[in-house]
């Protein structure tokens, strides 16, 4: 699931939670423009399990590579290593077989 931190990800992210759970479908969360707003995304995901497998920075250079339809990676090289950490983690959750409470 993408988020961003503000009260609206944080609103989005919990109805999306509920959807999932109640699917009883495994997910992870990523948060966009980390550094926009505060730590309530955090909270949730700690208080309810959800492990957060990206945090992209609220940069204008992503917002610009976005608006003209490239791919991050390409645009911003540096954020290969990130984007490989989270696909990662999300093979990893994705193997766990159990499903989040």
Known sequence: LVTEPTPFGLHDLQLAVEMVRALELRCVVAVNRTGLGDDRIHRFCDAEGLEIVLELPDYRRIAEAYARGELLID????????????WERICAAAERTAVAP
Not at 75 to 86: D, G, K, N, P, T
Request: glycine share 0%; net charge neutral; charged share 15%.
């Open 75 to 86: 645009a911003i090289v540096s954020l290969e290593r990130y984007m490989q950490h989270a």
